[in-house]
T-cell receptor, first 121, second 114 residues
């Protein structure tokens, strides 16, 4: 079956422009997550959507970042007035359950997409 | 403040030998730990996890050990294979409504030499 897909795979933009990154999660997965990986760094949590509940936006670095998830499926991460420090690989993940079932091994794993590499010139 | 740290950015090991990757955490609320493997230009893939109620979990060649008192976990890969060459990320989460988000370490790049 299809995994998590993201588009575009690469995006080069000029400082100050807005960008939209898209994520198509695995069909039927109720939870969706956005992370980013800056050069030489680990993955940094940005936002997650859990079922029909309000999203957890606690990881968004500034109000220039926003995300929405339409119809409980596709998600779009928008970065307004991009800055050079926004350059990173943006990763989307989805999971079947939105409550982490402890000790259930792969049943609650987050499946990651290939990422979008964003370069802000 | 990095709550999850992988202090070794890289590791080189001979094929057939054991690879040991280490991870330290500071947040005592973390109660679930995972290891992910990442190849270039691909997203991370789940390897193995462990709940804080256990101190060891094994899956084939992969074993994760958890030492809660030391806030330390490790991943053992034995025997190491060339296909194991990748970046490995340690991740942690805490129970509760916010428990699904993962906090990742900086990663350890493993090179298995034939």
């Amino acid at each position: 079956g299809a995994g998590v897909s993201q588009s575009p795979s690469n995006k080069v933009t000029e400082k100050g422009k807005d960008v939209e990154l898209r994520c198509d999660p695995i069909s039927g997965h109720t939870a969706l997550y956005w992370y980013r990986q800056s050069l030489g760094q680990g993955l940094e949590f940005l936002i997650y959507f859990q079922g029909n509940s309000a999203p957890d936006k606690s990881g968004l670095p500034s109000d220039r970042f926003s995300a929405e998830r339409t119809g409980g499926s596709v998600s779009t991460l928008t970065i307004q007035r991009t800055q050079q420090e926004d350059s990173a690989v943006y990763l989307c993940a989805s999971s079947l359950y939105w409550v982490l079932n402890r000790g259930q091994g792969k049943d609650n794993e987050q499946f990651f997409g290939p990422g979008t590499r964003l370069t802000v010139l | 403040d990095q709550q999850v740290k992988q202090n070794s950015p890289s590791l080189s090991v001979q094929e057939g030998r054991i690879s040991i990757l280490n991870c330290d955490y500071t947040n005592s609320m973390f109660d679930y730990f995972l290891w992910y493997k990442k190849y270039p230009a691909e997203g991370p893939t789940f390897l193995i996890s462990i709940s804080s109620i256990k101190d060891k979990n094994e899956d084939g060649r992969f074993t994760v050990f958890l030492n809660k008192s030391a806030k330390h976990l490790s991943l053992h890969i034995v025997p190491s294979q060339p296909g194991d060459s990748a970046v490995y990320f340690c991740a942690a989460s805490a129970s509760g409504a916010a428990g699904n988000k993962l906090t990742f370490g900086g990663g350890t790049r493993v090179l298995v030499k034939p």
